[in-house]
Nanobody, 120 residues
């Protein structure tokens, strides 16, 4: 089994910064895509940013403000969020496409979510 554990959420004022982390643990054989999604109250979950071995992709709403990165040696994903806006308020979820030692096929896993609240 694989677990994704997020940390780093919290409350900040508009213009502030936060850094989210997501550590993958378990009997991991390989990790393909990793990404961050968010869900605001009353809205559907949306993609924030995704990273593969060679490229990154961002939602238009966060381009230039958020930076996604990963440490493959630590199986950890990061999201540096700068110039935060009230509309960034949401629960942020980590997602990873993981193949385990026993099941050598990629399956999507989700973290439990971490709350980010930006006040004006």
């Amino acid at each position: 089994q694989v677990q994704l554990t997020e940390s780093g959420g919290g409350s900040v004022q508009a213009g502030g910064s936060l850094r989210l982390s997501c550590a993958a643990s378990g009997r991991i054989f390989s990790i393909n895509h990793m990404g961050w999604y968010r869900q605001a109250p009353g809205k559907e979950r949306e993609l924030v940013a995704i990273i593969t071995s060679g490229s990154t992709h961002y939602a238009d709403s966060v381009k230039g403000r958020f930076t996604i990165s990963r440490d493959n040696a630590k199986n950890t994903l990061y999201l540096q969020m700068n110039s935060l806006k009230p509309e960034d308020t949401a629960v942020y979820y980590c997602n990873a496409e993981v193949a385990t030692m026993t099941q050598r096929r990629f399956i999507h896993y989700w973290g439990q979510g971490t709350q980010v609240t930006v006040s004006s």
